[in-house]
C-alpha cells in the first residue's frame, strides 16, 4: 500500500513535461523575426538615438559609415567650442591685464574679446545644427531603410555606371 502514492507521483511527474511541451510556442521561422526586427526600428527612434549620441541613429538602421560621419563631425565641432571657450579666457583675462596696467581706457572693450565671443557662438551653433541634422538624418534613413532594395547603381559592361530599379508586382519580394 505504501507503494501507490509513489507510483501514482511518478507517473503524474511523467506527465507534467508532456503537457508542457504541449503549452510551447513553435518558433518563429528566421525571416519572420528578421522583418520584426527592421519594423522596431522606427524613425523616432533613430532621430532620438541620433540627439543623444550623433551617429548612433545612422548605425542603428544600418549606415554606420555614414553615422561615424556624423560622431567626427560633431567630435570635431564640440572640441572646437571648447578650443575657443579657452581662447576667450584667455582674451579676457589680456583683457583685465591691459585694464589694470593701464594700457586699456575702462570704457573701451578690447576687440580681441568681441572677436573670441563670436567664434565661441559660432562653433556652439555649429555643433548644434550638426546635432539636430544628424538627428533628420537619421530619421530619413530609418525610413528608406528598405529603399536600398529596390533601386542600385551597377557598373556597366563598358565601363561605365547602369541605373536598375525593380518594381515587386506581387507585394513585398
Known sequence: MSCLPWLLSFLVLLGAPAAAKAQERPAAPADTLERAAELQ???RGAFF??????????AWVGAPARGGVYFA???????MTYKSRQ????????EEWLRQTGQLPAGQPLGLVRAREEQAEDWLTLAIFLMFFAGADAFVAAHLADFGDHIGVLPAPDGGLRLQATVPLRGRP
Do not use: F
Open 41 to 43: 526600428r522606427s524613425p
Open 87 to 94: 581662447k576667450l579666457r584667455e582674451a579676457r583675462r589680456e
Open 73 to 79: 563631425l560633431e567630435t570635431g565641432s564640440l572640441w
Open 49 to 58: 538615438r541620433s540627439l543623444v549620441l550623433p551617429g548612433w541613429g545612422q
